[in-house]
DNA sequence: TCCAATTGGTTTCATTTTGAAACCATCGAA
DNA sequence: TTCGATGGTTTCAAAATGAAACCAATTGGA
């Protein structure tokens, strides 16, 4: 992990939901991220496949860098870009972001890419369980705030 | 659900991932639909909690109103905005990012806060599993684009 | 009843971020 | 040795953000 100390001012400092929107929550950061799921990738590899500018790319790899969620070789002319474990833990969130574009981000028959395991099948839509495992939604759980 | 026409123009049109930052990428955008989890609130109720500048506020309760994640009652003069369906449906990819933030971007024994469901416990991790229950991740998945 | 405070904004304007385009340095291949 | 590819940085215009002022409608109290 990098750059949690006190120095940086987070929008919410208590709040693990405002951190994360800090360190992932500009724009492209989360599509850099979800591209790089699919293996290491080089500065052009994510220009070619998203289509965003040089500099905000520069500046958005830099970033990623410095919050510890890819790890950049240094050798060699062609850089490559890879996630470090923190960077793959957000597979989950990426997963329910993705789940919930597919169930209300689409109209019916408006073509989308999948998720998919090795076998082909659709990965199961992820359900928030409380310790005893019965589900939890907003109306069961509660915040409770830092003491 | 609205606003999923050919007329908007989206980052990446077939990602239900990009769909969903689109939709609730913005800044400020996903902190207004974690409060409302809390309950139905007021404009001065965000405006408290978050800090945000009023302009930014009422153009994100906009957004997300087109967007279908919040309805607001149009009587009374104390105006109450909720969450749609939709927008409580946003509750797993909340979970999931305040869990990635407790694991990456807390030193240890900084203070934070906690969703516990009614008995007070710790919401249970959650891990994306395939079709069989198997977990899964960004190794054993991958995307199938739209045909 | 009238006044003041509260609520829910909009408008204006300065600052910051984004993005397009041009520029540039390094490396490898021909 | 020259050319193209790669991985940037710089520059500048346009868009988004944010602070502050302004405003209209309602509510509560003297």
Redesign the pocket.
């Known amino acids: 992990m990098a750059d949690t100390g006190t120095d940086r001012d987070w929008t919410d400092p208590a709040c693990p939901v405002a951190r994360t929107v800090d360190l992932v929550g ?3 950061s989360l599509l850099i991220v979800r591209d790089a799921m699919e293996g290491p990738a ?4 994510f220009r070619r496949r998203l ?9 958005r ?2 970033r990623l860098a410095d919050a510890g969620i890819l790890s ?1 070789s240094p050798s ?6 890879e996630l470090t474990a923190a960077g793959k833990d957000l597979f989950t969130a990426i997963v329910a972001l993705r789940q919930w574009g597919e169930r209300h981000a689409f109209a019916d028959g408006e073509p989308r890419s999948r998720l998919v395991d090795a076998e082909g099948r659709p990965v199961a839509e992820l359900r928030p369980q409380g310790r005893g495992g019965a589900p939890v939604s907003s109306d069961t759980t509660r915040v409770e705030r830092a003491g």
């Open positions: 500009e724009r492209w080089s500065f052009t590899d289509g965003i500018a040089r500099n905000i790319l520069s500046d790899l830099r950049t060699g002319r062609r850089h490559v870009y």
